[in-house]
């Protein structure tokens, strides 16, 4: 069994942290803006059009993109509901891909400013996933925040 404490991926979700040399400021846009959110969601290997992304960035408001993905562009339509929004701190938000279901995960995102243009995010997502699950999702999510460090720049 896992240890929770541990970064990375458990039977009880993701944790996950990484500095960024931006602004927070900077990093909360990377969130909450559809040309960035297209750019890095998906990691380098799958396709985001920027058209097919809505995003209501308020407390209740709704988001939704789609995604192509390898090895035959394989549609996979993402959806959510914002639940907490402090700009440009925290922002906690709901996450499926299952079309006509009520299941989801809640993902929260804090940020906090380092000094020195460096802001640390970190990343947690919590629900009702396999611990199967989570090592692929840690794996997926890891794959697109290396996308945003490249946008972004190391701290």
């Not at 400021?25 to 998906?42: H, I, L, Y």
């Amino acid at each position: 069994m896992a240890d929770p404490a541990v970064p990375g991926a458990s039977e009880y979700g993701i944790r996950l942290t990484r500095v960024f040399h931006a602004s927070r400021e900077r990093v909360w846009r990377e969130w909450t803006e559809p040309e960035s959110f297209a750019d890095w969601f998906g990691g380098r290997e799958c396709e985001v059009p920027l058209a097919s992304v809505s995003m209501d960035v308020r407390r209740g408001g709704q988001w939704r993109l789609t995604m192509f993905a390898p090895p035959d562009r394989r549609q996979i339509d993402w959806r959510g509901e914002y639940r907490e929004v402090d700009a440009p701190g925290r922002l906690v938000f709901t996450v499926s891909d299952q079309p006509g279901s009520d299941d989801f995960e809640l993902v929260s995102v804090v940020l906090t400013d380092l000094g020195e243009d460096r802001t640390e995010m970190l990343f947690e997502q919590r629900g009702s996933m396999s611990p199967e699950e989570y090592e692929r999702a840690t794996d997926g999510w890891g794959g697109f925040f290396d996308r945003m460090q490249e946008r972004l720049g190391v701290a």
